[in-house]
């Protein structure tokens, strides 16, 4: 069953065409790589599917519900969470505390009742400590939950952040480049944490890459984009092998 | 004695100056505005417990409630008229000039229904207060009364910021409201909330204020709301205890050199030493210098 599904997805910035004609279809469960040189449109390309920037054509849908003109909370609602290429942890904030913020939409009490500590606010708070420890357990986070975010190492600052996104309940996860900036043995343990999630929760994830040894390790299939334009898509094995990707990438 | 009854009292004007100045962090914190109009939210709340009180006959306490809950909507629908069409505007000098603006608005407003004369507003609290060391320090009830509402607000404030997701979902957006917003969090509620808070807190200080120096116009928010704004950035603006410091050293201040030095003087010395503070240490007592990685 298709869960993504971009139709003729376009959006210019003055006179660039940033991201043009772009089709994307991802089904229930798949992992699915988004690779391209640098500038190519990949990052524009998560902007436009959070929200971020309005397309100036195509439409977005998400289980087949029509996402093009909703707000990021909105659609976050519905089931994008997505990471960062530079990690946007809350720095300021501890490790529980920003898994706890992504579970804030969920579990709901009243303002005044958090003021005076009164009504639905204990039992409400200790679900979602319950239901936070629980995430963190997964990431192998829980030990350092009262850490402040940003004395947390590289690698488990992109955990959390992986953690928090699927702290929103999402249907499908946006990764932006999870191993820029990590050493060999830190993409391992990287591409083990996504196996993880696809296994603990059954997620589909999208994910733009540089790392070829990452997207021909554990991407099902890909998109090539160069340009802004799709330059082509398949299954990782073919596209990898196709002449013009290995054009567009080596010059 | 004496300069411990002049410390007391200074103590108290601090803490009311700590109150309006939380409302001005906590709004300069997440909203990144500040919001030149707080001081006016102020006489706001002192002309509707007066009229409360004073024209109705009602209780003082009633009065504060009303005040309370009326600067409360006064806060949220200032912020969804004036601020948030210019949350996005290209300067940020926009949303100041419309802060002064409704600054402005609401003194004239105040002028025009209460006039311009001075009104003597009778204290909220009734108390005498205690007497030490056979009656040679004695502390009004209001004194007493204002610093411990302010020590109760600032715990308060504390644990609602720390302990609620609220609070939580104000310190995401304080830090990355890019990020909060993908997570699901509504900056606009968000905003929304502290602006509430904050004109909640104005209130509270107005009949604090105006029980401790009982006159009343349609500029009496004005001054205690620059002072504030001191006590903020002299205290690091965006830091809650740091307004909580800030407004106490600067309350001291205030009245130990109204007593000993000069009371023509004493606004000035106020205002040097938050040009020496930001001279020495540009974010303020508590503030965090937060590097921008690239």
Redesign the interface.
Known sequence: MTLLDVNKLSISFGGLRAVDDFNLQIEKGELYGLIGPNGAGKTTVFNLL?G?YKPNEGIIKLDGEDITRK???QI??AGI??T?Q?I??????SVI?NV??????R?K?S?IE??L?VGK?RK??KE?NEEAMKLLKVFDLDGEKDTLASNLPYGKQRKLEIA??M??DPKLLLLDEPAAGMNPNETKELMDTISLVRKEFGMTILLIEHDMKLVSGICEKLTVLNFGRVLCQGETKEVLANPEVIKAYLG | MSFLTYLISGLSLGSIYAIIALGYTMVYGIAKMLNFAHGDFIMVGCYIIFSVTASLGGNPLLGILVAVVLCTILGITTEFVAYRPLRGAASPLAVLITAIGVSYFLENVALLIFGADIKSFTSVISWEGLSFADGQLRIQGVTIVTILISVLVLVVLQLFIKKTKQGQAMLAVAEDKGAATLMGIDVNKTIMLTFAIGSALAAIAGALLCSAYPSLSPYTGAMPGIKAFVAAVLGGIGSIPGAMIGGLVLGIVEILSKTYISSQLSDAIVFGILVIVLLVKPTGILGKKIQEKV
């Open positions: 959070t971020v707000n990021t909370v976050n609602q969470a997505r960062f530079n946007r942890l809350f720095k300021q904030m505390d706890k913020v992504g579970l804030s939409e579990f009490y303002a958090g003021i500590h606010y409400v708070e979602m928090r996104a702290a929103t």
